[in-house]
């Protein structure tokens, strides 16, 4: 087979640029290739303001003009912008150094920016730009794109959670009938264990460093001693929006990156656990899915309507976790004050996060196709009235009959039981009136203690 040079949808190597490109578009303003560069100009400008401000006698502070000049640089940066860069680094083989020398070309025709241009990456080593730049890029996913995805399931899972929060539901404990429950209260146990996910991806504080080559401020104190220059340091990252990291070798540890990891990954494990849930509850006939006109299920069963939406979500939740994993689990090493392997698994940013996007999608698509099958539900708990076994010798406990738990244990273990059979042995337990009268009005449906009202709560 011939390929085509031109990537393309059909040819590329991962389906997030092919089969799933689409599904990531939104991360693409700043987890891309380009993404990186723009965040790069961004600090190495916010760096150089800095400096400009300082009061230092070789760098008077810029004019209004320059300063929007730079700003417009940052705005407007663009995918022809990114390009160019990479035709520096042809040369220099070197991604930061080529972004320094186009900033510089960008400033050229402007007197007072050319010539302040050698204190563009002033004391600076590479990683003091990447790790700030990835501390931008990881925040402005989070806010843009992460929570919001990840909040659209939980308002989903909580509608459903008021919805269906009286439709009674038997529960299976070890895949055996279990106390029964009700539709809504499943629902709002994932939406509130999501909710606190999502809370503790926003409390992962960002971490950067400004500080030179091994964490030290070593050449920036050659060149200025009586500069203060942690407190500057930490200055320009406050603008930015970022925390200063005092104690680090040449790279920024990683170590908030990692929580941040492994934050979203426990919240995609539960959605990959509802996913499981909802993939068996439409296999026992609990819910339908609306039909799509055109769609087909199989190539050769005419009736199947697959979930094949929660079969991607969690397919695709799968490889999220297991590059998130690596990230948090790689990225805090680094041999003695610095190696090369994180900056190679960085790159992957986009990937671990298109895969969750591709997965939210698919999962908020699966519950968009939901219909309660109230029908099947409804059967399903009326023939199980063994599970009010467990009420019955709970009364029987308060009141002080012999052996409770065994006599409804050789009752019903094993064997089932229904309605009239249970109720000739409620009648012949010897308990008050009150409480005898209640268990004999009780149904499999009736009995779900406070599950509507938890439901609700939420």
């Given at each position: 087979?011939q390929?085509?040079?031109?990537?393309?949808?059909?040819?590329?190597?991962s389906?997030l640029?092919?089969r799933?490109a689409s599904?990531g578009?939104?991360?693409?303003?700043v987890?891309s290739e380009?993404?990186?560069m723009?965040?790069r100009?961004e600090v190495?400008?916010?760096?150089?303001v800095?400096?400009?401000?300082?009061?230092?006698?070789?760098?008077?502070?810029?004019?209004?003009a320059?300063r929007?000049?730079?700003?417009e640089?940052i705005?407007h940066f663009s995918?022809?912008?990114?390009?160019?860069?990479?035709?520096?680094e042809?040369?220099?083989?070197?991604?930061?150094k080529a972004?320094?020398?186009?900033l510089k070309?960008?400033v050229?025709?402007?007197?007072e920016?050319a010539?302040a241009?050698?204190f563009i990456?002033f004391?600076?080593?590479?990683?003091d730009?990447?790790?700030?730049?990835?501390?931008?890029m990881?925040t402005r996913?989070?806010s843009?794109?992460?929570?919001?995805r990840?909040?659209?399931?939980?308002?989903?899972l909580?509608?459903?959670?008021r919805?269906f929060a009286?439709?009674?539901?038997?529960?299976?404990?070890?895949?055996?009938p279990?106390?029964?429950t009700t539709?809504?209260?499943e629902?709002?146990?994932v939406?509130?264990?999501l909710?606190?996910a999502?809370?503790?991806?926003?409390?992962?504080?960002?971490?950067?460093?400004l500080?030179?080559?091994?964490?030290n401020y070593?050449a920036?104190?050659?060149?200025?001693p009586?500069?203060?220059?942690?407190a500057?340091?930490?200055?320009?990252?406050?603008?930015?929006g970022?925390?200063?990291n005092?104690?680090?070798?040449?790279?920024?540890?990683?170590?908030w990156?990692?929580?941040l990891?492994?934050a979203v990954a426990?919240?995609n494990t539960?959605v990959?656990d509802m996913?499981?849930?909802?993939?068996?509850?439409?296999?026992?006939?609990?819910?339908k899915?609306?039909l799509?006109?055109g769609?087909?299920g199989?190539?050769?069963m005419p009736h199947k309507v697959?979930p094949?939406?929660?079969e991607?979500?969690?397919?695709?939740?799968?490889?999220?976790?297991?590059?998130?994993?690596?990230?948090?689990?790689?990225?805090?090493?680094s041999?003695w004050q610095r190696?090369l392997t994180?900056s190679?698994?960085l790159r992957n940013l986009?990937v671990?996060f298109g895969y969750?996007a591709v997965?939210?999608?698919a999962?908020l698509?699966?519950i968009?196709?939901?219909?309660l099958?109230?029908?099947?539900?409804n059967?399903?708990i009326?023939?199980?009235w063994e599970?009010l076994?467990?009420p019955?010798?709970?009364?029987?406990?308060?009141y002080?009959?012999?052996?409770?738990?065994?006599?409804?244990k050789?009752l019903?273990?094993?064997?089932?039981i229904d309605?009239?059979?249970?109720r000739?042995?409620i009648?012949?337990?010897?308990?008050p009136a009150?409480?005898?009268a209640?268990?004999?009005?009780?149904?499999p449906r009736?009995?779900v203690g406070?599950?509507a009202?938890l439901a609700r709560?939420?």
């Amino acid at each position: 087979m011939q390929i085509d040079e031109q990537l393309s949808h059909l040819n590329a190597l991962s389906p997030l640029d092919g089969r799933y490109a689409s599904r990531g578009r939104a991360l693409r303003g700043v987890l891309s290739e380009a993404a990186f560069m723009a965040h790069r100009v961004e600090v190495e400008i916010a760096w150089l303001v800095g400096l400009s401000e300082a009061g230092l006698p070789e760098l008077a502070p810029f004019s209004q003009a320059s300063r929007a000049e730079l700003r417009e640089l940052i705005a407007h940066f663009s995918e022809r912008d990114a390009a160019l860069i990479k035709e520096i680094e042809k040369t220099t083989n070197h991604d930061v150094k080529a972004v320094e020398y186009w900033l510089k070309e960008r400033v050229a025709d402007n007197d007072e920016l050319a010539r302040a241009s050698e204190f563009i990456h002033f004391a600076c080593t590479s990683e003091d730009i990447n790790n700030t730049s990835h501390a931008l890029m990881l925040t402005r996913a989070r806010s843009g794109f992460i929570v919001p995805r990840l909040n659209e399931v939980c308002v989903q899972l909580q509608a459903l959670a008021r919805q269906f929060a009286d439709q009674p539901m038997l529960s299976r404990t070890h895949g055996q009938p279990a106390s029964p429950t009700t539709v809504g209260k499943e629902f709002a146990n994932v939406a509130a264990r999501l909710a606190r996910a999502i809370a503790a991806i926003e409390a992962v504080e960002p971490l950067a460093k400004l500080n030179g080559a091994t964490g030290n401020y070593n050449a920036h104190l050659a060149a200025y001693p009586e500069v203060d220059w942690p407190a500057f340091s930490a200055k320009v990252l406050t603008g930015l929006g970022l925390t200063q990291n005092p104690h680090t070798i040449q790279i920024e540890p990683h170590d908030w990156m990692a929580a941040l990891f492994d934050a979203v990954a426990r919240a995609n494990t539960i959605v990959l656990d509802m996913d499981r849930d909802l993939w068996g509850y439409i296999s026992l006939g609990y819910f339908k899915q609306r039909l799509k006109d055109g769609e087909v299920g199989s190539s050769t069963m005419p009736h199947k309507v697959n979930p094949i939406d929660f079969e991607n979500s969690e397919g695709n939740l799968g490889l999220a976790n297991a590059v998130l994993r690596h990230l948090s689990e790689k990225l805090p090493i680094s041999r003695w004050q610095r190696d090369l392997t994180d900056s190679t698994v960085l790159r992957n940013l986009g990937v671990a996060f298109g895969y969750c996007a591709v997965a939210w999608d698919a999962c908020l698509r699966g519950i968009g196709k939901l219909e309660l099958n109230a029908a099947a539900i409804n059967a399903d708990i009326d023939g199980c009235w063994e599970v009010l076994a467990e009420p019955v010798q709970t009364v029987m406990r308060r009141y002080g009959l012999p052996q409770p738990y065994e006599q409804l244990k050789a009752l019903t273990r094993g064997k089932g039981i229904d309605q009239e059979r249970l109720r000739e042995f409620i009648l012949g337990l010897d308990l008050p009136a009150e409480p005898k009268a209640r268990l004999l009005a009780m149904t499999p449906r009736s009995y779900v203690g406070l599950a509507a009202e938890l439901a609700r709560q939420l």
